[in-house]
């Protein structure tokens, strides 16, 4: 293995780190507007909020996540907006 494996793998998960916590920040912002504007139930937009922080802080506890549960807060507010139709 070459020496500066290490610091590839070092540097790849502070990416996808900084991209996840960016990531839930975004998500738990999308979901107070989502209150605000009045586009879905306010369910939906307390699910997302509450969904982005919990999972934000489960990646500051164990520092690790799986990066498809960032899909599922918009999976729900698009289905809500297509039986809203």
Same mark, same amino acid.
């Given at each position: 293995?070459?020496?500066?494996?290490?610091?590839?793998?070092?540097?790849?998960? =502070?990416?996808?780190?900084?991209?996840?916590?960016?990531?839930? /920040?975004? #998500?738990? =912002?999308?979901? =107070?507007?989502? /209150?605000?504007?009045?586009?879905?139930?306010? @369910?939906?937009? @307390?699910?997302?909020? =509450?969904?982005? /922080?919990? #999972?934000?802080?489960? #990646?500051?506890?164990?520092?690790?996540?799986?990066?498809?549960?960032?899909?599922?807060?918009?999976?729900?507010?698009?289905? #809500?907006?297509? /039986?809203?139709?």
């Amino acid at each position: 293995m070459p020496a500066y494996y290490e610091l590839l793998a070092q540097w790849g998960f =502070a990416l996808f780190y900084v991209a996840a916590v960016i990531g839930f /920040l975004a #998500l738990a =912002a999308y979901g =107070a507007s989502l /209150l605000q504007v009045g586009l879905v139930p306010a @369910w939906a937009g @307390w699910a997302t909020l =509450a969904f982005s /922080l919990a #999972l934000l802080v489960q #990646l500051l506890v164990t520092g690790d996540t799986l990066s498809a549960f960032h899909y599922v807060p918009p999976m729900l507010i698009g289905v #809500l907006l297509l /039986l809203r139709g």
